[in-house]
């Protein structure tokens, strides 16, 4: 996949957006330039069935509008269903073979990791980026794994210097740096957007911040 798409992914549920409406919040997002997008629908409210279908949807439209691929977590059948550009599936999501077996070559393929096994593994069954994290603490997510700072991103990168690779974790204008600098491509963030007041102002300082620490670094 293109690198560049990676460089600020937006990940976004409806109970991420404190009672908002998550379509404006998104649509702020993309606005802000964000240049990718996960709908990760889980936790208590979360939307299921025929509402979770057309708030996918709704989603892709957007997404489309702003020319940022629309990927889905976890549930590959509502990726297939709502023509998704792509799935992002973790350690515990099934085997990551039959994922892509199901999906076909084209469709994009994320896998989350932690260490330098799952990385090779995933880069070897054909994932077309990773997220490593968390590269620091997160009050988002609470089945994390411990913290892994980015000195992973570092090892991974050295290791795989074709894998596209995006931070997740606890990421921020301030902690943006670190990750890129250690190979990543770009970071990943639910709250440092969805969580702000101003999530359009959000993505901007963060797009800036990320592309700032790109400069030098070849890509
Ligand atoms: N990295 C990324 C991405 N997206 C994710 N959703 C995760 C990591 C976490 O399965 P997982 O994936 O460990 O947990 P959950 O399904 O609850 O998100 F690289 F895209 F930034
Ligand atoms: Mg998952």
Request: hydrophobic share 40%.
């Amino acid at each position: 996949m293109d690198k560049k798409k990676l460089k600020l992914y937006f990940i976004l549920g409806t109970v991420n957006v404190a009672g908002r409406d998550p379509l404006v919040v998104l649509e702020e997002a993309l606005k802000g330039g964000v240049t990718c997008f996960q709908l990760r629908e889980k936790g208590p409210g979360a939307l299921e069935g025929e509402a979770l279908r057309s708030f996918a949807e709704a989603c892709k439209e957007l997404c489309h509008r702003y020319n940022v691929p629309f990927i889905v977590n976890d549930d590959v059948a509502l990726a297939l269903e709502v023509k998704a550009d792509g799935v992002h599936i973790g350690q515990e999501d099934g085997d990551i073979s039959a994922v892509r077996r199901q999906i076909g070559p084209s469709m994009l393929l994320g896998v989350s990791t932690h260490n330098v096994e799952e990385a090779l593994a995933a880069a070897e069954t054909g994932a077309d980026y990773i997220g490593i994290g968390p590269i620091y603490s997160t009050k988002t997510k609470t089945d994390t794994q411990p913290v892994i700072g980015p000195e992973m991103v570092r090892r991974v990168a050295s290791l795989l210097p074709g894998l596209p690779i995006v931070g997740i974790g606890g990421l921020s204008e301030r902690k943006a740096r670190a990750v890129i600098q250690a190979g990543a491509s770009g970071i990943a963030v639910i709250s440092a957007i969805a969580g702000q007041d101003d999530p359009l102002e959000a993505a901007r300082r963060l797009k800036g911040a990320v592309r700032l620490s790109l400069t030098g670094v070849e890509m």
